[in-house]
């Protein structure tokens, strides 16, 4: 069974960072679409950052770009998320989701994705 779990999240002033982890557990062995995504009161689910994890290949959301770096450490079956240079805009839910590879991992689209963690939650507050 597939299992995503998020970790990491919390309260921060702007300019702060705040690193996510996502352990997952259950995949077979092959390369899938990692990706995490966030989700504010009243808004859509919305693709912050992928990744191809035969790859390594990284996608990332305009408004997050240089900002945040997405990675993984397949030994570990875990997936992170650096966020720099925090900014209240980017307070919501985040969650950790997979898939196969051939969804295409730069199509940050949540309809694409079966498997999702619990999300974490992230306050960015002075």
């Known amino acids: 069974q597939v299992q995503l779990v998020e970790s990491g999240g919390g309260s921060v002033q702007p300019g702060g960072s705040l690193r996510l982890s996502c352990a997952a557990a259950g995949f077979a062995t092959g390369s899938y679409c990692m990706a995490w995504f966030r989700q504010a009161p009243g808004k859509e689910r919305e693709g912050v950052a992928g990744?191809?994890?035969?790859?390594?290949?990284?996608y990332y959301a305009a408004s997050v770009k240089g900002r945040f770096t997405i990675s993984q450490d397949n030994a570990k079956n875990m997936l992170f998320l650096q966020m720099n240079s925090l900014k209240p805009e980017d307070t919501a839910m985040y969650f950790c989701?997979?898939?196969?590879?051939?969804?295409?991992?730069?199509?940050?689209?949540?309809?694409?994705?079966?498997?999702w963690g619990q999300g974490t939650q992230i306050t960015v507050s002075s």
């Open positions: 989701a997979a898939d196969s590879w051939w969804i295409g991992c730069g199509n940050l689209k949540a309809g694409n994705y079966r498997y």
């Open positions: 990744i191809h994890t035969g790859n390594g290949n990284t």
